[in-house]
């Protein structure tokens, strides 16, 4: 059927994501069209503004403890030589860490002919997000679950695993690429890079700590300054990491329910996903767990904990905002 200004539609496989108002047009010959337009609870999109605030403020506190660091390790000198370092490894990190990343998993590229209803389902989604196209990768793993990487939309790649594809239906499968091209839209690949490189450069200050332990005449705090450092620095680094991974997830599920069109559809495939996370490890991720944050589910073992110490928020929240937004259904028709 043919589609006019009004309403455009999200094909999969005979399944059709709810409409939106759009001058897009196009034909799309299975489309099944919706009888009604489901209203949302606008209050997730409404902490749109305060994850984005929370996140700059969180990162502006790391970034102080890895200069504060540097300055008690060797005063202003060591605050600006943590400074480049961080600079040098953000910029590395930049340009370098999707390909990492993919290699780490062993995830290898595919297209339209090697996996077609997958590939079409990401380009459907990225269209309707107006975004480009993003490289898309398969991982061989049974355990369910998907990953976004990549420095900016232009240069982004979406994966999910060979058991994620195996267990979810179509409409759930949209649902978590939905979330993952969120991810890359909000450019939050960037944002946890740059903080898990900040991350990773404040445990490794702290760990040689006791190599300038003897330069009391920069260490403001000597021996005791030094101590403190390795103990607490790491500690306080994985909190502020934590809690900006939790931030950016809620941000991108809300965001995903928005690009997919239908909150049920992501919040079911959370459900399938957490229990398939809890039953299948993932060898690859316990062997780098510092990736564990990019994963729309964590993949580690004991991940079911929500505590300051989680890389993600607790499914059940997550689950229940995203039924906030799915209202009962108004009736009234596209413009009621």
């Avoid at 059927?1 to 455009?8: I, K, P």
């Avoid at 975004?131 to 369910?144: F, G, L, W």
């Avoid at 300054?225 to 909190?239: C, D």
């Avoid at 996903?273 to 490890?281: F, K, N, S, V, Y």
Wanted: aromatic share 8%; proline share 4%.
């Amino acid at each position: 059927m043919g589609l006019g200004y009004h309403d455009s539609f999200l094909v999969i496989d005979q399944a059709t994501v709810y409409t939106l108002r759009s001058k897009t047009s196009y034909t799309c010959r299975n489309a099944v069209q919706i009888p009604h337009i489901l209203k949302y609870d606008n209050k997730p999109f409404r902490r749109t503004n305060m994850n984005y605030l929370r996140t700059s403020i969180l990162i502006a506190a790391m970034t102080g403890l890895f200069l504060a660091i540097g300055f008690m390790l060797g005063g202003e000198a060591g605050m600006a030589i943590a400074f480049i370092i961080a600079l040098g490894m953000n910029a590395f990190a930049y340009w370098n860490s999707d390909k990492m990343v993919l290699r780490m998993y062993g995830a290898r590229e595919v297209d339209e002919h090697t996996a077609p209803s997958y590939y079409r389902l990401v380009a459907q989604l990225a269209d309707r997000a107006n975004m480009p196209m993003p490289k898309v990768y398969i991982m061989e793993n049974d355990q369910p679950n998907a990953f976004a990487t990549g420095r900016n939309p232009e240069n982004a790649a979406v994966a999910a695993t060979t058991g994620l594809l195996r267990i979810l239906s179509h409409e759930e499968t949209a649902g978590v690429m939905a979330h993952e091209l969120a991810h890359v839209r909000n450019r939050d690949t960037l944002i946890m890079t740059i903080t898990a490189t900040i991350a990773g450069a404040i445990s490794m200050l702290a760990t040689f700590a006791m190599f300038f332990c003897n330069n009391s005449r920069n260490n403001p705090l000597g021996l005791v300054g030094t101590i403190l450092i390795m103990i607490l620095a790491p500690i306080a680094a994985a909190l502020v990491q934590m809690a900006i991974s939790r931030t950016r997830e809620y941000a991108a599920d809300a965001a995903g329910a928005e690009i997919c069109g239908h909150p049920l559809w992501l919040a079911s495939a959370l459900d399938k996903l957490e229990q398939g996370a809890t039953a299948i490890e993932n060898d690859d991720a316990e062997a780098n767990p510092a990736t564990a944050h990019m994963f729309i589910i964590n993949p580690l073992n004991g991940h079911s904990m929500d505590n300051l110490f989680s890389t993600h928020p607790n499914t059940a929240n997550r689950v229940q905002r995203l039924r906030q937004m799915a209202n009962v259904p108004d009736v009234t028709g596209p413009w009621g």
